[in-house]
């Protein structure tokens, strides 16, 4: 078959993936929600036109999204998940033993229908006595609550449409609020290759609001820019600090005690562009 998707990146930039079938297509309240099966990546999900996961290569943005702070807070038993509808921070996040609540936020219920029929695999932590699945706005959800989690995990689409307000200064001062006195957060933060006009402007709104600021990177194929960036915004502990030697194997794919730390080292043109004045959001 010779029928090709293509997510448009820039104005002159298109990514193309050749698809098998077209598993579901449908406008949602929120956005447009396709699922494919394509050939390089096996399924996937597309909202709005951008690739949000794939079964073959999610285990690198989710194992990052999530084990990355979670080991980095000595004790986190109260969760929150902003976004992450699919279910793979979930799934990541209930493998350590410590968490006794995972709270997902999720303004759409229909991407967590789709990933429950068509990403299994994905969604399997979705049934869970530890979680609880909450069909809201996280935005909102985050102001109304007050030293409450250990750790909040932003896994929000890109800066448009409802997940806008998930990059701004207000919001990032919410997240602290919602978060205990030594609490920590990190959200997906954009590719410095190709978002390098909003990633000052996003870093400097966490920047605003927490002592503790660290962009880490980590290499996802079907992200435009492949180079992927997560911003931790912490309270009180610091990701480098993390005694790496006693991190457990959870039977990781990507993620490795020796990556949580190589994974803060940036390269110049990324730490530049952090040092570059920007406004927040
Ligand atoms: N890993 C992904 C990426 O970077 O492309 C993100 C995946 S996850 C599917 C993103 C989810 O955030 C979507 O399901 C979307 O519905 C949800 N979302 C967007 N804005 C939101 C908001 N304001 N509150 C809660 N969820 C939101």
């Known amino acids: 078959m010779n029928v090709w998707f293509y997510e448009e990146h820039k104005e002159n930039l298109r990514i193309s993936y050749r698809v098998k079938k077209v598993l579901a297509h449908k406008k949602t309240s929120y956005q447009e929600l396709v699922v494919l099966d394509m050939e390089n990546y096996g399924r ?3 909202l709005d036109g951008a690739v949000q996961t794939t079964v073959r290569d999610e285990f690198i943005y989710h194992e990052m999204i999530a084990h990355v702070p979670l080991f980095t807070h000595p004790n986190p038993e109260k969760v929150l998940v902003i976004g992450g509808g699919d279910g793979g921070t979930v799934r990541e996040t209930l493998k350590h033993k410590e968490v006794k609540e995972v709270h997902l936020v999720e303004i759409d219920p229909e991407v967590v229908a789709a990933a429950r ?3 299994p695999e994905i969604s399997s932590g979705l049934i ?3 979680v609880h699945i909450h069909y809201t706005d ?4 985050v102001a109304e609550k007050e030293a409450a989690f250990d750790v909040i995990i932003v896994d929000s689409s890109d800066p448009v449409g409802p997940a806008v307000g998930l990059f701004g200064a207000e919001f990032y001062a919410n997240v602290a609020r919602a978060l205990k006195p030594d609490g920590l957060f990190v959200a997906q933060t ?7 006009d909003i990633l000052p402007r996003i870093y400097a709104g966490i920047r605003a609001s927490f002592p503790i600021v660290r962009m880490y990177l980590a290499t996802v194929p079907t992200y435009p820019g492949w180079l992927w960036s997560f911003t931790l915004g912490s309270k009180k502990y610091d990701p480098l600090a993390v005694d790496v030697n006693r991190i457990p194997d959870l039977g990781f794919r990507y993620y490795t005690p020796e990556l949580h730390r190589a994974a803060f080292v940036l390269p110049r043109f990324v ?3 952090l040092e570059s004045p920007a406004e927040p959001f």
């Open 128 to 130: 869970n006595e530890r």
């Open 117 to 119: 029929e068509y990403f």
């Open 138 to 141: 996280g935005i909102k959800f």
């Open 271 to 273: 730490s530049q562009l």
């Open 44 to 46: 996937t999900l597309v």
């Open 190 to 196: 954009e590719s410095p290759w190709g978002n390098e």
